[in-house]
C-alpha cells in the first residue's frame, strides 16, 4: 500500500535484449516508453529506479531516437537530462533487486522485451512478489510481455481474468515482425486467460484493472503513465 506521506518508488525494469533472437537485427528499448513516463512520474513527486535484466548499460532501438529537436519532447528533455542518462547507462540487474521499497513496477516496451524479459525467472519471481505485496504493475506496448510467467496470489496467471492490452496481432503485421517475434502478445495474453482489449492500431489506448495497468502501443505511453499514477493514488487511500 502507498503511504502518501512520502514519494511514491517506481522501478522501471527495461530490456537487455539488443538484437531480434537469431536474425541479428538490432533492436532494444523503445526510447519513447521510457522518457514519457519516466517525466510523468518525476513530475508527479515520484521517485524513479531503472533497472533491466542484465543491468548495465540499457540498448535503445536505434529506430525510436532521432536527432535532436526531431524526437518526442520527452526524449530530447531525456537526452538533456544528465541524471537520468546515467541511470539508463547503469542499469540495476533484476537479480539483485528487492522489490519491497517499490510502489509501482512499470515495464516499457520495445521489440527486445519480446526475447529477454519472458524468459526472465527473476522477473516473474518480482513480479508475482510485487502483485501479492499490493504493488501496482504496469506495463505498455511491447512491456506485457514481461508478465506471462508471473502469477496472482492465487499462483493463476497474473493477466488471468483480467482486462489487458498490448501491442496488437495487427499492429505486429503492420510492422513486418510477426514471424520474427518469438510470439504474437496479443495471442499469447489471450492464451492466458487475460480479457485482451484493444483500440485502433497505432493510437493511444490504456487500461487499468485494478493495480494491474496496461497500454496498447507507444502512443498509449502517456495515458499508461497516467492510469498508474491513479491506480497508486487509489493504493495510497486505502
Not at 536474425?23 to 516508453?33: A, K
Not at 517475434?181 to 484493444?198: D, H, I, N, Q, T
Not at 490504456?206 to 505511453?221: E, H, K, M, W
Request: glycine share 10%; hydrophobic share 40%; aromatic share 6%.
Amino acid at each position: 500500500m502507498t503511504d502518501t506521506s512520502r514519494k511514491p518508488e517506481i522501478l522501471m525494469i527495461l530490456t537487455s535484449a539488443r538484437t531480434m533472437g537469431e536474425n541479428g537485427e538490432t533492436t532494444g528499448l523503445w526510447f519513447e516508453e521510457l522518457a514519457t513516463p519516466y517525466f510523468a512520474f518525476i513530475d508527479a513527486g515520484a521517485s524513479i529506479t531503472l533497472a533491466s535484466i542484465k543491468g548495465g548499460p540499457t540498448p535503445i532501438d536505434p529506430r525510436s531516437v532521432k536527432a535532436k529537436g526531431e524526437n518526442e519532447a520527452s526524449v530530447d528533455r531525456f537526452l538533456d537530462d544528465e541524471a537520468a542518462s546515467a541511470a539508463l547507462d547503469d542499469t540495476v540487474p533484476v537479480s539483485t533487486i528487492d522489490v519491497g521499497p517499490y510502489d509501482a513496477v512499470f515495464l516499457p516496451g520495445g521489440h527486445g522485451t519480446m526475447w529477454d524479459l519472458p524468459e526472465s525467472e527473476e522477473l516473474a519471481a518480482l513480479l508475482t512478489r510485487a502483485w501479492t505485496e499490493s504493488k501496482v504493475i504496469s506495463a505498455v506496448c511491447h512491456g506485457p510481455a514481461g508478465l506471462v510467467n508471473a502469477e496472482d496470489e492465487t499462483g493463476a496467471p497474473l493477466v488471468s481474468g483480467r482486462r489487458v492490452t498490448g501491442f496488437s496481432n495487427s499492429e505486429e503485421r503492420a510492422v513486418g515482425l510477426e514471424a520474427t517475434v518469438p510470439f504474437l502478445l496479443e495471442s499469447k495474453l489471450r492464451e492466458l486467460r487475460g480479457r485482451y482489449e484493444c483500440g485502433a492500431d497505432f493510437e493511444s489506448f490504456a487500461i487499468a484493472d485494478g493495480r494491474l495497468v496496461t497500454g496498447q502501443n507507444p502512443a498509449s505511453s502517456a495515458l499508461t503513465a497516467k492510469l498508474t499514477l491513479g491506480a497508486l493514488a487509489i493504493e495510497g487511500r486505502r
